[in-house]
């Protein structure tokens, strides 16, 4: 296979000067390098709290019977930071993209429409979905004219095509909180950085009967960081993790957002490229879901570490504080980053929400069924990172779990590393040989890895055969070829 650019870095040597970073120093609950913004930086809590268009659904005849979207990635202009003009890479020229709903066991179909200048691949986190339609990182969406070539994709496998791909979502999944994003060979945190993102949330019956928030009181958030260089344009660099001094909350710079004192549901999500964040209110944020959706049963927090790509599902009641202001911190962040948005409580309302003493049934996947165990060491350079010493190649399965196999996975590491698994979700057995954390609840599919921790979780291999991945979700780390093929067999 070809090496590409950013994998030849890594191989001389991780820290290879790229020019713009300033590397963290502070300790070890970060994993990556300060890009500082070149402008000044808006005020807090100026911006309305936006929420991303919700998409309709269409029907189309290619794919009866599915709820049909189409949503073209280009290039456009958009009003981040006040007064400036930020080019983003949008999924319909948005950031976030916009947001999908689909009802658990209705396929849903996505055609992605390709106007940007870089090819695309797509891919569903979290999706319970047949391999031709994960976003396998060769199976590249070039844009019309740009035929076919990449250096990037020299892998026999690539279902590569041109102009737009239908990716198809049987949505056999219960309700759970999932993001789509690009994930590209070796370019994933640029294309990330500058906007390819968006929520895709699914529902199901057995959610929508509970008396939780809903409607307008029911917020997904996808929370990033990102820099910007004088001009407001994005300001990016490989290093190893590419850490921003802006928080924004759907795309917009620690905004306020205006509640009733009651409960609300938020949808948090993290889909910064390497930041971590410890989320605080100063008051108990209930979770409720988790990465696999509902929980057994709702488990309090005063504070919440969310790495790279993980969602919380959390229910905050705001009754005993109308009238105030409640900010939502990062307790990780330090000046800027340590602020993330603001709720602006008015007065109550009648509530009838409630959260439920039970939530839903998560069968717990028993030690004893498991038929293999195996063992994964991500290490970071100085010569390249990788996977039990390999590093990322299409062609070379690290594993190949039988369709239907329990199997313990035992994740190794010696940095912070935010571990991802497609196509089906696991349960956490422990770290370091004890008990799994408070936050460890329910069906995950992507655990935070701390400096030097041993993790098992337990997962059974389940719909599709075919070519996955396992990777690290610090973007950067993933592009520097910290992934590896999973063949289901
Ligand atoms: Cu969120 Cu392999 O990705
Ligand atoms: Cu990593």
């Not at 990172?385 to 190794?412: M, Y």
């Amino acid at each position: 296979m070809t090496i590409n650019r950013r994998q030849m870095l890594a191989y001389l040597g991780g820290a290879v000067a790229l020019g713009v970073g300033i590397p963290v120093l502070s300790g070890t609950e970060e994993a990556g390098t300060l890009i500082p913004s070149q402008l000044p930086l808006p005020t807090p809590f100026q911006t309305r709290l936006p929420i991303p268009r919700i998409l309709s659904p269409q029907s189309h005849p290619d794919h009866p019977g599915a709820d049909y979207y189409e949503i073209t990635d280009q290039v456009a202009d958009r009003e981040i930071i006040p007064g400036t003009r930020t080019r983003i890479w949008g999924p319909d020229g948005t950031f976030p993209g916009p947001t999908i709903f689909s009802q658990s066991g209705r396929p849903t179909v996505v055609r992605r429409v390709n106007k940007l200048p870089i090819p695309t691949v797509n891919h569903l986190h979290g999706g319970h979905v047949p391999s031709a339609s994960d976003g396998f990182p060769t199976d590249l969406v070039f844009p019309e004219g740009h035929a076919g070539h990449s250096d990037m994709a020299d892998d026999p496998m690539a279902v590569t095509t041109v102009g737009s791909r239908d990716y198809v979502y049987p949505m056999t999944q219960r309700a759970a909180t999932l993001w789509y994003h690009d994930h590209r060979m070796g370019a994933t945190g640029m294309d990330v950085w500058n906007g390819l993102a968006g929520f895709h949330i699914i529902r199901d019956a057995e959610e929508t009967a509970l008396p939780l928030p809903s409607g307008d009181r029911d917020i997904p958030l996808m929370v990033v960081d990102r820099s910007f260089d004088q001009d407001g344009e994005f300001r990016y660099s490989e290093s190893d993790g590419a850490l921003g001094d802006v928080i924004l909350v759907n795309g917009a710079p620690w905004p306020v957002a205006d509640v009733h004192a009651c409960r609300y549901r938020l949808r948090l999500l993290n889909a910064s490229n390497a930041r971590r964040y410890r989320f605080a209110l100063g008051l108990p944020i209930v979770q409720i879901g988790s990465d696999g959706g509902l929980l057994d049963r709702p488990v309090s927090h005063d504070t919440l570490d969310v790495a790279p790509a993980e969602r919380f599902d959390v229910i905050v009641d705001f009754t005993a504080h109308a009238h105030q202001e409640i900010t939502l911190t990062n307790q990780l962040g330090s000046g800027g980053t340590a602020v993330v948005m603001r709720f602006r409580v008015g007065g109550p309302i009648p509530d009838h929400t409630s959260v439920p003493a039970r939530l839903s049934t998560v069968p717990r996947l028993d030690r004893a069924e498991a038929e293999v165990v195996r063992d994964f060491t991500f290490q970071r350079g100085p010569k390249y990172w990788s996977i039990n010493g390999q590093v990322f190649d299409p062609a070379r399965p690290i594993a190949t779990p039988r369709l239907g196999a329990c199997e313990i996975w035992r994740f190794v590491t010696d940095f912070h590393h935010p571990v991802h698994l497609h196509l089906v979700p696991f349960q956490v057995l422990s770290r370091n040989g004890l008990d799994p954390g408070p936050a460890d609840v329910g069906w995950k599919d992507t655990i935070d890895l701390r400096p030097a921790e041993l993790a098992e979780v337990i997962v059974r291999f389940t719909g599709y055969k075919g070519r996955y991945v396992l990777h690290c979700h610090n973007l950067e780390h993933e592009d520097m070829a910290m992934m590896a093929t999973v063949t289901v067999v």
